[in-house]
């Protein structure tokens, strides 16, 4: 069963009470934009490794910066290696 929001009068939603809206229907559109667009080189590709692919889309959604910190998280690879 899925509920539409709009019809409820809903757009978007302040989750934490600060002003900033963090989940609207345009951030959703938005996503599904970006996975049609990050899957069109490929041309087609099996069902059974979709998950993969979405996986790594997400991944690469929610990184919002590559830093040091995140390298050497990645890497695994003490904070010797890596300058800050």
Avoid at 19 to 39: A, D, K, Q, S
Avoid at 50 to 57: A, E, K, R, S
Avoid at 66 to 80: E, Q, V
Wanted: net charge positive; proline share 4%; aromatic share 18%.
């Amino acid at each position: 069963m899925r509920i539409w929001y709009h019809s409820l009068g809903e757009y978007a939603r302040d989750a934490d009470g600060n002003g900033f809206c963090e989940v609207h229907c345009n951030t959703m559109e938005g996503i599904w934009v970006g996975l049609r667009n990050f899957l069109r080189p490929f041309r087609g590709i099996h069902k059974k490794y979709l998950h993969l692919y979405v996986g790594i889309f997400e991944w690469s959604y929610n990184l919002r910066w590559i830093d040091s910190d995140f390298l050497r998280r990645l890497l695994m690879t003490p904070s010797t290696y890596l300058p800050r």
